[in-house]
């Protein structure tokens, strides 16, 4: 084939080749040296080979300020090349955790070129990782979505050595971007994961000004632990799944973390038909804040929060760098709407990402449970900006008959506009070391405002406002879905 290929024309062998799999391209420029570099000085021909499998690279990657100019189609298929052989071989579990953060940077990389609809590169990302009943992807999975501590401590065995934190952080955030939770990653070989994420989200010793109360880092910056972030998202998935299951499971088609991937991708949020409320004049939105928003927020009874981080029996002899031990619990639920819109903006401060403004908003928040509850509605106002490292994060307080009350700080999962929305801490305003804290997460349902004109007005609550319970229904159907046990 080498001898043929090499007697034709270069615009012949082009054409040729630019229909071939990158894989097979590969191992064709191994053949000799004439066609090496021949494949290897056409860069043509890696632009055109990736887009054949994979989706073309547009707009302005807000992660790394680099335009589809800059995309450097060579290395990349290089680089998908060697990821497609490390997920496809068959090698065990531990061999493959040692390429942790090869697979976690080109999925984030994939993740960021995503189009919003027909994806190639989701379809990809499925067929290496989605399938529980395939040995090779049920081993992809727990190499690389299962290595952070919470499956660290979960496990039965000590067969893996300990990973690293950078190795940690990585499979932690793949685990996020994946966002279908994971509760038992192989029977027999890892124990229930829930009660170990409960243990990193309700203790309040990750609550604290060098981590800015959220799921951050403690370098005062916002630099996102994700396996923080991680946490959050298993302990919202458990909750979320033992609500429906109480309901019977009687929930549409829609999905938020029901698909693996999807939503975890800029610009992935697709608002509903219809022309969307204007944003007042002088405002920018460059994050799409305006709109309604379903927000969860579970908790624990304040009791048994302060026990456990107070009162147990190893409080005073637990090291500080060593987690609480695993709860198994039952924590309280809420759902909430919120209805938000931008009120101003400003340029990004020296601790920010500097490519895009801070926009700070106003809203209402509106209890789908019982109206009676106390704090069942409130104002909310808040900000959004970039991190240095180029994630969106989320500021917000709720403000109850003119006094601030909670405050919540979070990571738009996906980044800029992303469906998978945002993830993260909610805590006491006046940053109280005895709680309450918990986990929260909020997702875009539309681009629509109904309640307006309550944002200028004192009156909190509104005796009158009421949810249909089939809107109830399908907006936690948007939400549940569960790789809840890989075999």
């Not at 990585?170 to 070989?189: C, D, E, M, N, W």
């Not at 509903?272 to 309604?292: C, S």
């Not at 147990?312 to 609480?324: A, E, K, N, Q, V």
Request: overall charge negative; hydrophobic content about 35%; some cysteine.
């Amino acid at each position: 084939m080498a001898n043929a290929l090499i007697c034709l024309p270069p615009e012949i062998v082009h054409n040729i080749l630019k229909y071939v799999n990158p894989v097979d391209l590969a191992r064709i420029a191994e053949t000799c040296r004439m066609l090496h570099r021949s494949i290897a000085q056409d860069r043509l021909l890696c632009k055109e080979v990736w887009c054949l499998c994979l989706d073309e690279p547009k707009g302005k990657d807000l992660s790394n300020g680099k335009g589809v100019k800059e995309f450097d189609f060579e290395h990349e298929l290089h680089e998908f090349v060697r990821v497609q052989r490390i997920l496809k071989n068959d090698g065990s579990v531990e061999e493959k955790v040692a390429r942790l953060p090869t697979i976690s940077s080109f999925a984030t990389t994939l993740l960021q070129i995503a189009s919003p609809k027909n994806s190639k590169n989701m379809a990809v990302m499925l067929e290496w990782f989605d399938d529980k009943r395939d040995k090779e992807k049920r081993d992809n999975i727990e190499a690389f979505l299962c290595q952070s501590v919470t499956f660290s401590r979960s496990r039965l065995t000590t067969a893996l050595p300990a990973p690293s934190f950078a190795s940690r952080q990585a499979s932690a955030k793949l685990h996020v971007q994946y966002g279908t939770p994971i509760f038992y990653p192989r029977r027999g070989k890892y124990a229930q994961v829930y009660p170990y994420a409960v243990s990193m989200v309700y203790d309040l010793r990750n609550y604290k000004e060098e981590s800015l109360w959220g799921p951050y880092l403690e370098d005062g910056e916002a630099s996102v632990d994700w396996e923080k972030v991680e946490a959050v998202m298993i302990v919202l998935g458990w909750n979320l799944r033992v609500f429906t299951e109480q309901r019977d499971g009687i929930f549409g088609p829609r999905s938020v973390w029901r698909e693996p991937w999807v939503g975890a991708s800029p610009g992935s949020y697709e608002g509903m038909q219809g022309i969307p409320e204007a944003v007042e004049d002088g405002v920018e939105d460059p994050y799409g804040v305006q709109g309604t928003w379903m927000r969860v927020v579970c908790f624990l009874d304040f009791h048994d929060l302060f026990a456990y981080n107070f009162t147990s029996s190893d409080t005073d002899s637990l090291p500080s760098t060593s987690p609480r031990p695993p709860l198994n619990t039952n924590e309280a639920i809420r759902l909430i709407s919120m209805e938000i819109r931008p009120t101003r903006t400003e340029a990004p401060g020296p601790d920010d990402g500097q490519e895009l403004p801070v926009v700070f908003f106003e809203g209402m928040a509106k209890s789908m449970h019982a109206q009676w509850e106390p704090h069942a509605n409130s104002r909310i106002k808040g900000s959004v900006r970039l991190t240095k490292e180029g994630e969106v994060r989320w500021q917000s307080v709720s403000v109850y008959g003119g006094e601030e009350r909670w405050a919540s700080e979070g990571i738009q999962i996906g980044g800029l506009r992303s469906a998978r929305g945002v993830l993260g801490h909610w805590f006491d305003k006046d940053h109280d070391i005895h709680g309450p804290a918990g986990p929260t997460a909020f997702w875009k349902v539309n681009d629509h405002l109904d309640g307006v004109a309550d944002y200028d007005s004192e009156e909190e609550e509104d005796d009158d406002w009421t949810e249909d319970p089939e809107e109830v229904l399908e907006a936690i159907a948007s939400l549940v879905g569960f790789q809840a046990d890989l075999g």
